[in-house]
């Protein structure tokens, strides 16, 4: 690998190392890439880690008008789908197409269009979930990428998925979560992911989501991403639920659904799409991956915060006292817990209220 190129993976590396939001994590390292591969555009979305549906984007793309399109024909094209590359290592469509980048949907359909050369992709996952995804356009007059361009995303995706993760923790680890509910909202799309109809509070949690100017409306990105993966499961592009999770800034985790309207001639070929808070197991879900738990700390996790004393979960667990003891020391670890009350108020989001009984609880201060 280049000197210069090397200098670039050890910036990025120090940049994962810090302590910044997902955002500005995504906006310092694709400043850096910028820098070292000269590219055009690109877009990098966060995903939920269970479905790997996309929910946070940062983008640049050359025509923001075609982004319902841009969304859906992303989701419905197989040839390096984020879903079906090997984690963090990066992968170039000229490579795997081996020139015929025509075989790829969303390049055939639209960014040939752009005059889009080469794509360099590379997924953010590790065994507790996927974190995100990065897609790099280069246009013409450029060159394709080259194998040292694939080498040093290789090279920064393991970092860069561990800091994705931790970030997701701080989330949950971090101030007090605001409490109260939200939804359900609803949103109606049609096939070409066009917003139809939408319920009042839909403006509002789409600005959470996603920071928008207030004279301008309010980009459904996450919304158009989980519509647009019900329709890669309908056409059979990929398998994974039409839902994501995601954080309102300054407020609770919700939930996004996509199903299809039935009914009238009208009502057919339309999707709905639910906004409504997270469901309190989901949430135990989604804090047990960001936090990096084991399979057996999350069943722990499950039965903790519905109200079992040790005694209970050593018993549905098939385990000892002992070992009820080192897996909550493990998880006051990862999640920087200090107490079994704050351990279940972060797990759950406070809306649990379990009697904890003073002599189950542990405090990591004073061990």
């Given at each position: 690998?280049?000197?210069?190129?090397?200098?670039?993976?050890?910036?990025?590396v120090r940049i994962c190392l810090g302590r910044l939001d997902e955002r500005d994590l995504r906006a310092q390292v694709i400043h850096e890439?910028?820098?070292?591969?000269?590219?055009?555009?690109?877009?990098?979305?966060?995903?939920?880690?269970?479905?790997?549906?996309?929910?946070?984007?940062?983008?640049?793309?050359?025509?923001?008008?075609?982004?319902?399109?841009?969304?859906?024909?992303?989701?419905?094209?197989?040839?390096?789908?984020?879903?079906?590359?090997?984690?963090?290592?990066?992968?170039?469509?000229?490579v795997t197409t081996g020139g015929r980048l025509v075989e790829s949907l969303i390049w055939r359909e639209l960014l040939k269009g752009y005059g889009?050369?080469?794509?360099?992709?590379?997924?953010?996952?590790?065994?507790?979930?996927?974190?995100?995804?990065?897609?790099?356009?280069?246009?013409?007059?450029?060159?394709?990428?080259?194998?040292?361009d694939a080498s040093l995303l290789t090279q920064v995706a393991a970092p860069i998925t561990t800091a994705l993760r931790r970030a997701q923790a701080r989330l949950f680890t971090g101030a007090p979560q605001t409490a109260g509910t939200v939804g359900p909202a609803v949103l109606v799309l049609d096939?070409?992911?066009?917003?139809?109809?939408?319920t009042a509070p839909v403006d509002q949690h789409l600005r959470a989501l996603l920071p928008t100017d207030p004279d301008?409306?309010?980009?459904?990105?996450?919304?158009?991403?989980?519509?647009?993966?019900?329709?890669?499961?309908e056409s059979g592009a990929d398998h994974h639920a039409p839902s994501?999770?995601?954080?309102?800034?300054?407020?609770?985790w919700i939930s996004i659904r996509a199903s299809r309207l039935t009914g009238s001639a009208r009502e057919r070929g339309t999707i709905a799409i639910t906004i409504e808070t997270l469901a309190v197991s989901e949430h135990v879900d989604l804090f047990a991956c960001a936090t990096a738990v084991t399979p057996r700390e999350r069943q722990l996790l499950h039965l903790l915060t519905n109200g079992a004393?040790?005694?209970?979960?050593?018993?549905?667990?098939?385990?000892?006292?002992?070992?009820?003891q080192d897996h909550l020391k493990s998880i006051?670890?990862?999640?920087?817990?200090?107490?079994?009350?704050?351990?279940?108020?972060?797990?759950?989001?406070?809306?649990?209220?379990?009697?904890?009984?003073?002599?189950?609880?542990?405090?990591?201060r004073a061990r």
């Open positions: 690998m280049p000197t210069s190129t090397a200098r670039s993976a050890d910036r990025i890439l910028r820098s070292s591969l000269g590219f055009d555009a690109y877009a990098w979305l966060l995903t939920d880690p269970l479905t790997w549906v996309g929910t946070a984007p940062l983008a640049e793309v050359p025509e923001s008008e075609d982004l319902p399109r841009l969304i859906g024909l992303k989701y419905r094209t197989t040839v390096n789908r984020w879903t079906t590359l090997p984690p963090r290592r990066g992968v170039l469509l000229s889009v050369v080469d794509i360099a992709s590379v997924s953010f996952r590790d065994r507790y979930g996927s974190w995100g995804f990065l897609d790099l356009w280069r246009c013409a007059p450029q060159p394709s990428f080259t194998d040292t096939d070409g992911l066009q917003i139809l109809q939408q301008l409306s309010p980009v459904p990105a996450a919304a158009l991403n989980v519509a647009a993966q019900l329709q890669a499961v994501a999770r995601a954080h309102l800034t300054g407020g609770p004393d040790n005694a209970t979960i050593a018993t549905s667990m098939g385990i000892s006292l002992f070992t009820v006051y670890a990862k999640s920087g817990a200090r107490t079994r009350t704050e351990l279940i108020a972060q797990a759950t989001a406070g809306r649990r209220a379990i009697p904890v009984d003073p002599r189950q609880s542990v405090d990591v």
